[in-house]
């Protein structure tokens, strides 16, 4: 995985004259970890209160629930600090993959409760906005490709350094986008080069290409801590956006 390294852990020497022993100094705070696996790869990040310590994206070689458990002890465990010592646990609910959600949230809410950890879940679709929660009136529309030709969407309007959700998490053809949007707006995400052509005419409409495509540690961690202030703390319930294939096929209700 990519890996985002922030000196975090300070090593320390101490000699006795006939030995030398070299030790950690972690720093000292509330331990926050975050876990997005809504897009197609997946994304770690370790904090401290509201600072961050490393955030590690990339696509895995083997299936996430064979090595999100490895991945997430060895993120801690690289910046002197264990398990136990987590106190909250922000994850992703979506939309986004259906498995990749399944996959995160059962592992989060497996560390939750076997070890007492606070847990949260955020919407991805308002991870991917929170970056842009400074344009003072201006609407931000981040895209995911949903893939069947569909975009999943919301739209929100920045005010105050904050972001006010306009319209549900929903799944649309890229065409419906362009009556969607309001202006100013910004617009980006993985489902953008879908809705590029149409957006393209819609007055004050700015399309990013190239970034945003992925959910950002830091945004997903600052938002957990927001909601867990809020008393968000409930089991996290998936955002799944539509109804999958299986539910579809077989007229059932996947949880």
């Given at each position: 995985?990519?890996?985002?390294?922030?000196?975090?852990?300070?090593?320390?020497?101490?000699?006795?004259?006939?030995?030398?022993?070299?030790?950690?100094?972690?720093?000292?705070?509330?331990?926050?970890?975050?876990?997005?696996?809504?897009?197609?790869?997946?994304?770690?990040?370790?904090?401290?209160?509201?600072?961050?310590?490393?955030?590690?994206?990339?696509?895995?070689?083997?299936?996430?629930?064979?090595?999100?458990?490895?991945r997430v002890r060895q993120l801690i465990a690289d910046h002197g600090?264990?398990?136990?010592?987590?106190?909250?646990?922000?994850?992703?609910?979506?939309?986004?993959?259906?498995?990749?959600?399944?996959?995160?949230?059962?592992?989060?809410?497996?560390?939750?409760?076997?070890?007492?950890?606070?847990?949260?879940?955020?919407?991805?679709?308002?991870?991917?906005?929170?970056?842009?929660?400074?344009?003072?009136?201006?609407?931000?529309?981040?895209?995911?490709?949903?893939?069947?030709?569909?975009?999943?969407?919301?739209?929100?309007?920045?005010?105050?350094?904050?972001?006010?959700?306009?319209?549900?998490?929903?799944?649309?053809?890229?065409?419906?986008?362009?009556?969607?949007?309001?202006?100013?707006?910004?617009?980006?995400?993985?489902?953008?080069?879908?809705?590029?052509?149409?957006?393209?005419?819609?007055?004050?409409?700015?399309?990013?290409?190239?970034?945003?495509?992925?959910?950002?540690?830091?945004?997903?961690?600052?938002?957990?801590?927001?909601?867990?202030?809020?008393?968000?703390?409930?089991?996290?319930?998936?955002?799944?956006?539509?109804?999958?294939?299986?539910?579809?096929?077989?007229?059932?209700?996947?949880?």
């Amino acid at each position: 995985m990519r890996s985002r390294r922030r000196r975090t852990v300070e090593y320390v020497e101490e000699s006795d004259g006939a030995t030398t022993k070299v030790y950690v100094r972690r720093q000292m705070g509330k331990v926050l970890l975050a876990i997005d696996n809504s897009l197609g790869f997946l994304n770690l990040a370790l904090g401290i209160d509201e600072k961050l310590l490393e955030e590690r994206h990339g696509i895995l070689e083997k299936p996430t629930s064979e090595l999100l458990s490895v991945r997430v002890r060895q993120l801690i465990a690289d910046h002197g600090y264990e398990i136990k010592d987590v106190g909250l646990i922000a994850v992703t609910r979506g939309p986004g993959s259906f498995t990749g959600i399944r996959v995160a949230l059962a592992f989060a809410k497996g560390l939750s409760s076997g070890l007492g950890i606070d847990l949260v879940g955020v919407p991805t679709l308002d991870v991917l906005a929170h970056p842009f929660r400074y344009l003072e009136g201006d609407y931000v529309c981040p895209l995911i490709d949903a893939k069947k030709g569909e975009v999943f969407l919301a739209l929100y309007r920045a005010s105050e350094g904050r972001l006010a959700r306009c319209t549900g998490y929903q799944s649309v053809r890229p065409a419906a986008v362009a009556d969607i949007v309001k202006t100013p707006c910004i617009s980006f995400g993985s489902g953008l080069r879908l809705c590029e052509e149409k957006l393209a005419l819609v007055e004050g409409v700015t399309l990013i290409k190239d970034d945003f495509q992925r959910v950002r540690g830091e945004a997903l961690l600052r938002l957990g801590l927001e909601a867990h202030a809020e008393g968000a703390h409930t089991e996290p319930v998936p955002i799944y956006g539509r109804r999958s294939e299986a539910e579809i096929k077989f007229n059932v209700t996947v949880s």
